[in-house]
């Protein structure tokens, strides 16, 4: 089976896409009629992930976020100046004939979306999920066995894999109601206006509405520090039981590409290795 079979079945698995689709799903490096001897499931293709594929002994490195460096994901450097990191970068993957395939947008396409239906699944939290009212878009709730802050935080450090965790909270303060949401940023999920109401329409507020209707920890990926963040400092300083874990985007999603070996391996029918390497924290803490 080529390259470019396995890539073939995994969009016929996916929700179908208009045939004008022109997002960041795509190859980004490599030889798509090579036959392929392996794939990996990768959240980010750093060089340890590369090196690490090579070892394997595969060739196809499927992955979930961008290769070189750029908000758009281009497969080459256009920054209009020499990049020497990018150079080796693609030098040691030309050299080993591994071909990069970017599925972001298919995978968030699913209903339930790919990625958290892993993160769920290894956090062992499926049997906790509750509807909640004011759930909006990228916002999951859950009812937890009844636990500390201190010991929701351990929790993700253990199951997710992280060097160390930003959190905002008083220890011994007791959770259960809890969700996942998407990135706290400027201008993210909808965009930020105000609505013939004159109210104020941004993701974040959204997700002080989450809160100021019983949830008392959130799971956010990105992050700014100056609305969801403040909330929850000031609500703690005011007695109130709240908490953030700011696990980071790549921790967050990691666990969807763990899972996505499950699928690659039915859409393949077991005909080529698949395994999964962790691209693990980013971040080292002092």
């Given at each position: 089976?080529?390259?470019?079979?396995?890539?073939?079945?995994?969009?016929?698995?996916?929700?179908?896409f208009p045939?004008d689709?022109e997002?960041?799903?795509d190859?980004?490096?490599?030889y798509p009629e090579?036959?392929c001897?392996?794939?990996?499931s990768?959240?980010v293709p750093t060089?340890?992930?590369?090196r690490?594929?090579?070892d394997?002994?595969a060739?196809?490195?499927?992955?979930h976020?961008?290769?070189?460096y750029?908000?758009m994901?281009?497969?080459d450097?256009?920054?209009g100046?020499d990049n020497?990191?990018?150079?080796?970068k693609?030098e040691l993957?030309?050299?080993h004939r591994?071909t990069i395939?970017?599925?972001?947008d298919?995978?968030?396409a699913?209903k339930?979306?790919?990625?958290?239906?892993?993160?769920i699944?290894?956090?062992?939290?499926?049997?906790y999920?509750?509807?909640?009212?004011a759930?909006?878009f990228m916002a999951?709730s859950f009812?937890?066995?009844?636990?500390t802050?201190?010991?929701?935080?351990?929790l993700?450090k253990?199951?997710?894999?992280l060097?160390?965790l930003r959190?905002i909270?008083?220890?011994?303060?007791?959770?259960?109601?809890v969700a996942i949401?998407g990135h706290?940023?400027p201008g993210?999920?909808?965009?930020?206006?105000?609505d013939?109401?004159g109210?104020v329409?941004?993701y974040?507020n959204k997700?002080?509405h989450l809160?100021?209707?019983?949830?008392e920890?959130i799971?956010?990926?990105?992050?700014?520090?100056?609305t969801?963040?403040?909330y929850?400092r000031?609500?703690v300083?005011?007695?109130?039981?709240?908490?953030v874990?700011?696990?980071g985007?790549?921790?967050?999603?990691?666990l969807?590409?763990?899972?996505a070996?499950?699928?690659?391996?039915?859409v393949?029918?077991d005909?080529v290795?698949?395994?999964?390497?962790?691209?693990?924290?980013?971040?080292?803490?002092?």
């Amino acid at each position: 089976m080529t390259i470019r079979e396995v890539i073939d079945r995994v969009l016929a698995y996916h929700p179908q896409f208009p045939a004008d689709y022109e997002g960041c799903d795509d190859f980004k490096c490599g030889y798509p009629e090579d036959e392929c001897t392996g794939i990996v499931s990768a959240l980010v293709p750093t060089v340890d992930v590369i090196r690490k594929t090579i070892d394997a002994g595969a060739n196809l490195l499927l992955v979930h976020e961008p290769t070189f460096y750029s908000t758009m994901d281009y497969p080459d450097w256009r920054a209009g100046f020499d990049n020497q990191v990018y150079e080796e970068k693609r030098e040691l993957l030309d050299k080993h004939r591994i071909t990069i395939w970017r599925d972001h947008d298919h995978m968030h396409a699913h209903k339930p979306d790919r990625i958290f239906t892993g993160v769920i699944h290894y956090l062992g939290w499926e049997e906790y999920r509750i509807e909640n009212p004011a759930d909006d878009f990228m916002a999951m709730s859950f009812c937890l066995p009844e636990m500390t802050v201190a010991e929701l935080g351990n929790l993700l450090k253990e199951k997710i894999g992280l060097n160390g965790l930003r959190y905002i909270g008083r220890d011994t303060d007791v959770v259960r109601k809890v969700a996942i949401v998407g990135h706290l940023l400027p201008g993210s999920i909808g965009g930020d206006y105000t609505d013939e109401r004159g109210v104020v329409q941004e993701y974040s507020n959204k997700v002080i509405h989450l809160m100021e209707n019983g949830i008392e920890a959130i799971i956010p990926g990105e992050v700014i520090d100056w609305t969801v963040m403040s909330y929850i400092r000031d609500a703690v300083a005011l007695g109130k039981t709240k908490a953030v874990f700011n696990i980071g985007h790549f921790n967050m999603e990691e666990l969807g590409m763990k899972y996505a070996v499950k699928w690659l391996r039915e859409v393949t029918e077991d005909k080529v290795p698949v395994t999964y390497v962790p691209s693990e924290d980013i971040y080292h803490f002092m």
